[in-house]
Structures are given as C-alpha cells and as structure tokens.
C-alpha cells in the first residue's frame, strides 16, 4: 500500500495555512461533520471549510461548549457525540442517516491527551486508543450509507508523526500491563493511519477515500502551566521566556497551518483519484525507512512502510470489529 505514498508536488508549503489551501474552492453544498471541530485545530478546520461554503456539523461530548465555541461561524451546527459511548456514536449516525443528507467529508478530528495514569471508557479500552481509533471507527462504519450517497466522498483522520514510533500491542491493547503514555499515544495514532489503509483498500471503489493527516505539532498560544512549559522548553516548543516556537520547517506550526493539511485531505481537487494515505504539509508525504530520532531539533514525521503497513491494517480492522461486536 505504499505505491502511491509518493509527494505530489503541491504547491503549498510547511508554512501554509487552511485559508491558502482552500482558496479558490467553491465548497457549496457539501455536507462535512468534524469530530471535536470546536477546540484549537478542530476550530480552524470547522471556519475554514464553513468560510469555503460547506455545511459543517461538529460533533462535540459537550453541545452547549462547543456551540459557544463556533457562535459566529456561518454554516455550522453542532450535534452530540460522544466517541467513546458506543451508544451515543449509534445515535449520532442514525439521526444523519434519517434526514438522508449525503456526507460529502468527515474528518476524524477529536483525540484526548495522554494521561500519565491509565484512563478507561466505559468498556474498560484504554481512553486515548479507544476515542482516537474506536469511537471514529465504529462512527465511520456507520455512516457509510451517507459517505456512499455523496458519490465522491472522503474520510479524513488526524494522525500526528508518533505514528512512525508507535507499535501495536496486538495481544495487549487496552495496556493490561505495562501502561505508558507515550506507547499509548503511539499506538493510537499508528492505528489511525492502518485505519486508514484499509478503510481506502475496502471503500474506494464506493466513491470513498481516505487520507491520515499529520497536522505537525501545535501547541500554542497558550498560557501554559509550569509543568508544561518545562516539558515544552526540553521538547524545543516553547523558548526560554516561555513563548511558543513556530517553526513550519521543523514541524513546529500555529493553528492556521496545522489545520492546512487536514482541509487540503478533506477538499482538495489534487488528491483525486488518491487514498489510502498519509499526508503532511499538504501533501503526500515522503517515504522515509530510516530510523531517526526524536529531539528537540528534529521531529521525525515522514511517512514509513511500518505504518502504512497492509496486513496490520486489515488484522487492525477486524480486531476492531471483534471489540465492537
């Protein structure tokens, strides 16, 4: 699944932002849902898109929240969803489905920071695994009927570079034993991206693709706490004075251009006829097998045969629907 992995040679930039990338589009009509598409980067997608002419539908564990958030913003409404309740994913697909709008884009948006102690759904799945890759797996399975009727539809999943260092814990998922943030965000975000493999593999010939979309690492503008600020400075986020670092070359981003990339998935005419890919500054992201190390000064994020991955994706998946079942 790697043959097309290859840059197209857009020409946007690192340093592009959402507005650049969708300018010029006409996007009237089309009928997008983000999840979480009311904080920081998820925010920006939602004004982007809604600024281009699509409907946006955000989907938010906290309605009244979130529609504060987006009060201002023409064309958006905001509907609850909460992606590690089974129940409410059911309910949120079913109500789309019943007024038979096609869903023209849905963007996988909504993730949790890692804790440094083990967090649970309902279910007993470790939280970030669970509402990153379950939660979003179970909503798209249940909206295809709506992503079929768009006849030319697109499924976006943020993924972030960790994607490259993350494993799957195949016999210990949930973190049983041996629980670490870091594998954890790692795992979550490397099953996004098989996620995505299959779902393209299985559904393209349906008229939909899919594209895991690494928004580059996006923290400001802050304020932070002393703790974070701490992990930042060792990081290379934030300078010695405590403000933010922005550095689209290495991968350090405002929220504008972070959210560049996830709405150059969800709405550019260049990738047509693309899927089953990880994209980065808003392009197809290079491949890249060498073993790089993470430090303040480089943050590895290209794309590697590990984690696009075709058999993982398709064992990812069906594992996916015995935790469902």
Known sequence: MTAQQIPLGTPFTASSTADEVLSGLDLSGREVIVTGGHGRLGREVTRALCAAGATVTV?????????????????????RLDLTDPGSIESFAQRWLASGRPLHVLVNNAAVLFSPEIVRDARGHELQFSTSHLGHFQLTRALLPALRAAHGA?????????????????????????????????????????????????????????????????IGPGPFTAEQIASFRAQGLVDDDGATVIDPGNGKKTIEQGAATLV??????????????????????????????????????????????????????????????
Do not use: C
């Open 154 to 218: 697109r499924v976006v999943t943020v993924t972030s570079g960790a994607a490259r260092f993350g494993e799957m814990r195949w016999d210990d998922l949930d973190f049983a034993t041996g629980y670490d943030p870091a594998s954890a965000y790692g795992q979550s975000k490397r099953a996004n991206v098989l996620f995505t493999v299959e779902l393209d593999r299985r559904y393209a010939d349906d008229g939909v693709r899919a594209f895991a979309t690494h928004p580059g690492v996006v």
């Open 59 to 79: 989907a938010a564990r906290d309605p009244e929240r979130a529609a504060a958030a987006v009060d201002g913003i023409k064309g958006v409404r905001v509907e």
């Open 264 to 325: 150059f998935g969800a709405a550019s005419p260049l990738l047509d006829g693309v899927g089953g890919v990880y994209l980065k500054d808003s392009d197809v992201a290079e491949l890249d097998e060498e073993q790089r190390p993470l430090t303040a000064d480089s943050i590895p994020s290209d794309a590697n045969s590990a984690m696009l991955d075709p058999d993982d994706a398709r064992r990812l998946w069906e594992l996916s629907e015995q935790l469902l079942a």
